[in-house]
């Protein structure tokens, strides 16, 4: 069975970096595609980036340049480093694999 726990989200202000991690377990990691995506409500699902299991990363135009997504296939962890928040970055972040979504870690950028 596989689990996705997201964490790390809480609130920043404006300029701020924020690190949001995800656990995996029950599926052998590196050999996964693994994604972050965010969600403000009454919007639709928005790709934040994918981490490749070829250990390259795509990222979605809103936040390419700001953001980083990384991964540490031994602690079988994806992690999204987030750079220059906007109020923008406001939602809730999910991570994404083998068609599993974890709960959520919400992000809240204000002053």
């Known amino acids: 069975q596989v689990q996705v726990v997201e964490s790390g989200g809480g609130l920043v202000q404006p300029g701020g970096s924020l690190r949001l991690s995800c656990a995996v377990s029950g599926i052998d990691f590196s050999r996964y595609t693994v994604g972050w995506y965010r969600q403000v409500p009454g919007k639709e699902r928005e790709l934040v980036g994918l981490?490749?299991?070829?250990?390259?990363?795509v990222y979605g135009d809103s936040v390419s340049g700001r953001f980083t997504i990384s991964r540490d296939n031994a602690k079988n962890t994806l992690y999204l480093q987030m750079n220059s928040l906007k109020p923008e970055d406001t939602a809730a972040y999910y991570c994404?694999?083998?068609?599993?979504w974890g709960q959520g870690t919400q992000v809240t950028v204000s002053s």
């Open positions: 994404n694999v083998a068609a599993t």
């Open positions: 981490s490749l299991n070829d250990g390259d990363a």
